[in-house]
């Protein structure tokens, strides 16, 4: 699977949109992006994927550019439950593994 | 709808003991999923299984086995316990691998609230 490269922290006003970039430039043309959070002492949750196309849902948007090195998800108007660790991850079709990095720790501030 | 549940959510183990982790699901799932999580770090898959009566080997299985002989239970044995085992253990299900039919990915893996197991 892809290698993904993300920000180790990242800050956000409450409120506001908060745009969270994942770089993943070895990608393969079979690969999905999938977006994960970790709240604090919980279980990943599932946020978002996608293969090619921007991709949006209840929770988030996903942006991925045309030659799909890289994606952003962006959650729209951010709150402090949004407080978490964000993974970014790339996905081969048909695979069984979810390889977790190191994600990038989003503070949403009052 | 309880999704998936992980069970003991504590445990403090001696070196050399056993023990198992159960993690059951309620949502008719094929496939199940075992990681670790250590401090700071992303999970690390340890086996999985795709399906009753099946299992496979993740990225870190040493020192762990696992059973599936039910389709919504999937065990995790740690047969002797070594301190390099303490760790955050997740439990996950999905209805299929990753990639395949949309309609089914919703939600690919649902992930347990973890076992928070120490070995002294």
């Known amino acids: 699977d892809a290698k993904t490269t993300q920000p180790t922290s990242m800050d956000c006003a409450e409120g506001r949109a908060a745009n969270l970039p994942c770089n993943h430039s070895?990608?393969?043309?079979?690969?999905?992006v999938y977006w994960y959070r970790q709240i604090h002492s919980q279980g990943p949750q599932y946020i978002i994927h996608g293969l090619k196309n921007n991709e949006t849902n209840e929770m988030a948007s996903l942006i991925i550019t045309e030659d799909r090195k890289s994606s952003t998800l962006i959650l729209p108007h951010a709150t402090l439950r949004d407080t978490a660790v964000y993974y970014c991850i790339v996905v081969q079709t048909g695979a069984n593994n979810l390889f977790f990095g190191t994600g990038t720790r989003l503070t949403v501030i009052p | 709808n309880a999704g998936v549940t992980q069970t003991p959510k504590f445990r403090v183990l001696k070196t050399g003991q056993s023990m198992t982790l159960l993690c059951a699901q309620d949502?008719?799932?094929?496939?199940m999923y075992w990681y670790r999580q250590d401090p700071g770090m992303g999970l690390r898959l340890i086996h999985y299984s795709v399906g009753e009566g099946t299992t496979a080997k993740g990225e870190v299985p040493d020192g762990y086995n696992v059973s599936r002989l039910k389709k919504q239970n999937f065990l995790l044995g740690l047969e002797s316990a070594a301190p390099s085992q303490t760790s955050v253990y997740f439990c996950?299900?999905?209805?299929?691998?990753?990639?395949?039919?949309?309609?089914?990915?919703?939600?690919?893996?649902?992930f347990g609230d973890g076992t928070r197991l120490s070995i002294l």
């Open positions: 996950a299900s999905s209805y299929l691998s990753f990639g395949t039919a949309k309609t089914h990915s919703n939600q690919p893996q649902h």
């Open positions: 949502m008719n799932h094929e496939y």
């Open positions: 070895t990608i393969s043309g079979n690969e999905y």
